[in-house]
């Protein structure tokens, strides 16, 4: 790994990264083992300080709805860029940037809730990668819908839909309160039953 | 026993030994004092429930039905030193302890278990405050009645059945104890009285009978232990971000609480999320550019909690990827996201 892609790494785990450069850092981390473990040393010492900070960042909302995403934005990264290992930006709008530490903290958070998914699903662990799932069609199309793609969906779609519950189920316990959220997380073991599915959108 | 009538005869006995419970409730715990006269409807009982979770002691053992699994856990609280303290250990499967003292929280997990940090957003205790603090908003929505007294975890319990107005929504049953107000079952159902989700003490003991010692988590078998600081509610409205996309149709109540957007580290494209809430139910939309693989349009359902996705277009002809998770019915969550509109 070259000193100049270390900084870019470095950067990018400052969150001072621009575009370019971390487009950079994904093309390369696709590539080069190296730099892969070495993302994911940087992760796992930061992973480990942020156990013994008292980071006043985690006791904001936003710094929770931060890590929440950060989780989301992990597990959707490891469907959708493979052998791809990054880090996200700062939110766009709505809710506040976190520091190295904060986010660090939240590539954890984002293990646990991609393992979790991963692993703690029976749907997943049958299916072998690639494999698509048996579906029935939905004839009620609305006005802007699209229906032209073949009847199978992928594995990437239970993953990503588990992602999203996990995602509402956290920021429903946020908004409303009360320990069923929790007791939802705590026990979610397996993915939603598909009940009906129709048409994904492309076949690669 | 859901769904159970009561006679009209057997409904004022209950109340007349409701109001008894109640008064010498009202004598023994001045914390509850200013509910007496008030306390024989379903806001004043709720009213109480949400204080019976921060403000008694107790220690029990509640099962949880999501409608497909159903998961045994332990509860423990107390105000120590003035100090909330809370413990709570699932009893199945790998071990998991939540150990919350005040703010702090430790998330105690075994080896190999990666639901390390998930417990971030661990409230004060189920279902209370929403059902309190959107008060005024639920009565539009939703009927409140008292519905006759239960034994439920070999205590006697009023019981409120929370109907929806319409069928847009699902309803909820709660047993609180008839002498401090704890919940001791809750039901998620539908319009047609299916349970969707179950919560419900099989045992509970208050006040003294509470050890300080059972607040102490279970560090031992080589436990990996995160500690955590607990985050504050939301303020009221939430962030908002500029999404350029609205929901032509809601069910009534229904109000935008949240906005935000995020990029993706994969390939910097955003993800809309939108969360939506008539004061108790909930749900989430998320909004993405058309992904390269999957997304097929497909619902699925876990209990009360369902999942829709739907490819869509906006007025330039790109295609997205909408996606709603929310504790509604499939109709409901058909029609919100078919209904979703490009705003640019």
Redesign the interface.
């Known amino acids: 790994m070259s000193e100049k892609l270390r900084e870019s790494l470095s950067a990018a785990m400052d969150g001072e990264a621009d575009e370019f450069e971390l487009r950079r850092v994904m093309d390369e981390a696709g590539k080069d083992r190296v730099l892969r473990d070495t993302w994911e040393r940087y992760h796992l010492v930061s992973a480990v300080l942020a156990e013994r900070t008292t980071d006043t960042s985690l006791r904001s909302r936003d710094a929770l709805r931060t890590r929440i995403w950060e989780a989301l934005d992990y597990e959707l990264a490891e469907i959708e860029a493979e052998n791809v290992v990054t880090e996200i930006e700062a939110p766009v709008a709505g809710g506040a940037s976190s520091p190295w530490m904060g986010r660090a903290v939240g590539f954890a958070v984002a293990f646990g809730v991609a393992a979790a998914v991963l692993f703690g699903s029976g749907v997943l662990e049958e299916q072998p990668p690639g494999a698509g799932v048996a579906v029935l069609t939905v004839p009620d199309a609305g006005p802007d819908r699209v229906d032209d793609a073949p009847a199978l969906t992928h594995e990437q779609d239970l993953t990503r839909n588990n992602a999203y519950v996990m995602h509402h189920v956290q920021q429903t316990g946020l908004n409303a309160g009360g320990m069923l959220p929790f007791v939802k997380m705590v026990t979610f073991e397996k993915a939603p039953e598909v009940v009906v599915a129709d048409e994904p959108a492309r076949s690669e | 026993m859901p769904g159970r009538i009561y006679s009209a005869s057997a409904s004022n006995a209950l109340r007349l030994v409701q109001a008894l419970v109640l008064l010498v409730g009202a004598a023994v715990m001045p914390v509850f004092a200013a509910d007496r006269d008030t306390a024989d409807t379903p806001h004043a009982w709720l009213e109480r429930m949400d204080r019976a979770f921060r403000e008694l002691s107790y220690d029990g053992t509640f099962s949880?039905f999501?409608g497909?699994?159903l998961?045994s856990?332990r509860?423990v609280h107390k105000e120590v030193d003035g100090v909330q303290r809370e413990r709570?250990v699932?009893l199945n499967?790998k071990r998991?302890e939540?150990v919350r003292k005040g703010?702090e929280v430790a998330c105690i997990v075994m080896p190999g278990d990666?639901?390390?940090?998930?417990?971030?957003?661990?409230?004060?205790?189920?279902?209370?405050?929403?059902f309190v603090?959107g008060y005024q908003n639920v009565q539009d929505h939703y009927r409140l009645t008292l519905a006759g007294s239960e034994r439920i975890a070999d205590r006697l319990a009023v019981r409120i059945d929370v109907q929806s107005r319409d069928a847009d929504r699902y309803g909820y049953r709660l047993w609180l104890d008839e002498a401090n107000a704890m919940l001791l079952r809750s039901e998620l159902v539908s319009a047609g009285g299916q349970r969707l989700?179950i919560?419900q003490f099989s045992r509970i003991a208050f006040g003294n009978e509470v050890d300080d010692a059972a607040l102490r988590g279970h560090e031992g078998d080589g436990a990996m232990i995160?500690?955590?600081?607990l985050?504050?509610?939301?303020?009221s409205g939430?962030?908002?971000?500029?999404v350029p996309w609205t929901a032509a149709w809601l069910p009534g109540g229904f109000r935008m609480?949240?906005?935000?957007?995020?990029?993706?580290?994969?390939?910097?494209s955003?993800?809309h999320?939108l969360?939506y809430?008539d004061g108790?139910a909930?749900?989430?939309v998320?909004i993405e550019s058309?992904?390269?693989?999957?997304?097929?349009?497909?619902?699925?359902?876990?209990g009360a909690?369902v999942?829709l996705?739907?490819?869509?277009?906006d007025g330039e002809g790109a295609?997205y990827?909408f996606?709603l998770?929310?504790e509604l019915p499939d109709d409901t969550a058909?029609r919100i996201?078919?209904?979703f509109e490009s705003s640019r």
């Open positions: 949880y999501n497909s699994d998961a856990l509860v709570l699932h499967g998991r939540i703010d990666e639901l390390l940090e998930l417990e971030s957003s661990i409230p004060s205790g189920p279902f209370a405050r929403a603090r989700e919560f995160s500690h955590l600081r985050s504050k509610p939301p303020a939430g962030t908002h971000a500029d609480t949240a906005s935000d957007i995020r990029r993706k580290p994969s390939d910097l955003s993800v999320t969360m809430s108790l909930a749900f989430s998320f058309m992904p390269q693989q999957g997304a097929g349009s497909m619902r699925s359902r876990m909690t999942t996705n739907r490819r869509m277009q295609e990827l996606t998770v929310g058909e996201l078919s209904g």
